[in-house]
């Protein structure tokens, strides 16, 4: 702990990053917080600073860190416009349950509140958003605050904390001794709950389980795997949560979300038991709150969640969990009497769901003619690629072939939004790429969904973040063409995208860049992409009317 010695507001905020562990930011620069830039110079060696190009890119990119890390990832923005661009980022990691922390540049306490340059109530605006928005006014108050923050950012449900720096905050000096390192909270379940629930387990004869959220660790994940496989217990996973099970057990069952396999939805309704660990239990999970209706699903529900104000928020559960995913599993292994043993017809009913899974997620082996066939490119992917290859992605139709067809197998290797949020895959593969560069990093992003990010193709090249980006270019906004054709069919509107050279755009900024025509072609591209040495961009041309994988235009 620093005592004794008179700092700047920037260099104490910077030493709190320091104590706590984070070892890289990403930022837009901004005059706004200039001390806190200084500052990181002299810490060069220890946090790396990487300079992005969209505040909305550095905030994704802060919070991919944070599901790649399980500690807050730091994005550094300057004032009002900055501030609003990153806000993606902010309710990305909101509803995906990140911890990460914000830092926005602002003016002056003594001109705050006549509208300055650039000025924003941050607390007003973030303030339904994160789980905490606040300005520090004093830089004593900077040790206290950031403690906080790191602390709340990791604890219960995990989520975004936004602070605002003032000008004058960060370039006052002052004498204030550092906090001690934060470390997150999380409940832990009560033994009677622990025995209600194997009550429950024990006279269930086609349970589910459902697993989704955060703070998920590698111990958390063993347990898991171990409770599944001895008592039988079919694993699916939620709305892009596929890496928190091994797709290859014997008993993992599948993922919900939209596309989800016809068969997994009706075994819901068959099921006698809903094992809700972690995950929100949301609206695209739920198929609009129709797999389970609220308030009282049919089937039986355990809910285990470390967040209060998330148990019995839309579904009032038989059995409501306060405790983290991690502490409840720890509990349950810690007691292996407490199940029993495991029913010749549970097991008929995991062996069942697993050929399910496999029926719906292997790819047919029919490759569309006359362009590149998604589910092929997926289905070579799973041969090509190394087990602890990180895929990323952002919104669109195009993701659910990735979804479907491609198999997890190791934690923490799929970066994607819950939250539906565009533009999000080429900033989290750069962030996968500072986290884990000996790694292969994937990125799928539709034509639209790549445009939203593609200037990040500098910040790659710059710092040698060697991602492979595939381009699905189907010239349009396809889920929303989907849509389009659904209420209003052959009234297209809005939706028709005319694109660049996706290849020769990525050359522009020293970018391995190649279009892709069809299947046949896609192996030896991804190859030469590998073997680039340089990010990559694989522009691959699509069949324009296959919307989804089971959707094509008339």
């Not at 990181?40 to 060696?45: G, N, T």
């Not at 709340?152 to 370039?171: F, H, K, N, Q």
């Not at 992605?393 to 939250?419: D, E, K, M, V």
Request: net charge neutral.
């Amino acid at each position: 702990m620093t005592s004794g010695i008179e700092r700047t507001g920037g260099r104490i905020l910077v030493d709190q990053l320091v104590l706590n562990g984070t070892d890289t930011a990403f930022c837009v620069p901004g005059e706004s917080y200039l001390p806190v830039l200084d500052a990181l110079y002299d810490v060069r060696e220890r946090v790396r600073l990487i300079t992005c190009r969209h505040e909305a890119s550095a905030a994704n990119m802060a919070e991919a860190y944070g599901k790649l890390t399980g500690r807050p990832g730091v994005a550094m923005v300057t004032r009002g416009p900055g501030a609003f661009h990153a806000s993606v980022g902010v309710h990305t990691a909101a509803q995906d349950s990140t911890p990460m922390i914000l830092f926005i540049g602002q003016v002056g306490t003594r001109w705050r509140g006549r509208e300055a340059f650039q000025e924003v109530d941050f607390e007003k605006v973030f303030g339904d958003v994160a789980k905490w928005a606040v300005q520090i006014d004093h830089a004593e108050r900077i040790p206290e605050i950031v403690g906080r923050a790191f602390t709340m950012a990791m604890s219960g449900r995990p989520g975004p904390v936004v602070i605002a720096l003032p000008e004058d905050v960060l370039s006052a000096c002052v004498t204030v001794g550092d906090a001690r390192p934060s470390r997150p909270l999380r409940p832990v379940p009560a033994p009677a709950d622990l025995n209600e629930f194997a009550a429950m387990l024990r006279a269930a004869e086609r349970p589910l389980l459902v697993v989704g959220g955060a703070g998920w660790s590698g111990r958390a994940r063993e347990h898991l795997h171990a409770l599944s496989a001895a008592h039988g217990l079919p694993v699916v996973s939620s709305f892009r949560r596929q890496d928190l099970f091994d797709n290859d057990a014997p008993t993992y069952a599948g993922t919900l979300g939209p596309g989800v396999n016809p068969e997994l939805a009706r075994r819901f309704a068959e099921s006698d038991l809903i094992v809700a660990l972690g995950t929100r239990l949301g609206e695209l999970p739920t198929a609009g709150y129709t797999l389970l209706e609220p308030p009282r699903p049919a089937q039986r529900l355990v809910h285990i969640h470390p967040g209060t104000e998330e148990l019995d928020r839309v579904y009032q559960a038989d059995l409501s969990i306060l405790s983290g995913s991690g502490e409840f599993l720890a509990a349950l292994t810690a007691r292996p009497a407490l199940l029993g043993g495991l029913g010749d017809r549970r097991r008929e009913w995991a062996a069942a769901m697993r050929r399910t899974y496999l029926g719906f997620s292997t790819w047919s082996g029919e490759a569309t003619a006359g362009h590149v066939d998604l589910g092929a490119a997926v289905d070579h992917l799973n041969q090509a690629l190394p087990a602890d290859a990180v895929i990323t992605n952002g919104a669109g139709n195009y993701t659910i072939w990735a979804h479907r067809h491609y198999r997890f197998t190791r934690p923490r290797t799929q970066l994607a939004p819950t939250s539906g949020a565009m533009g999000y895959g080429l900033p989290a593969g750069l962030a996968a790429k500072v986290v884990h560069p000996e790694r292969d990093v994937v990125v799928f992003a539709g034509d639209g969904c790549f445009l939203m990010a593609a200037t990040e193709l500098a910040t790659a090249v710059q710092y040698g973040l060697d991602v492979i980006v595939l381009v699905v270019n189907n010239g349009g906004y396809g889920t929303i063409r989907m849509h389009q054709e659904r209420r209003f069919p052959g009234r297209v509107s809005g939706t028709d995208l005319r694109n660049p050279d996706f290849a020769a755009f990525a050359e522009s900024f020293g970018a391995y860049g190649e279009r892709v025509r069809t299947t046949a072609d896609f192996p030896d591209a991804l190859d030469r992409a590998r073997k680039a040495g340089r990010p990559a961009v694989l522009e691959l041309l699509v069949d324009p009317k296959q919307l989804t994988p089971a959707m094509r235009l008339p």
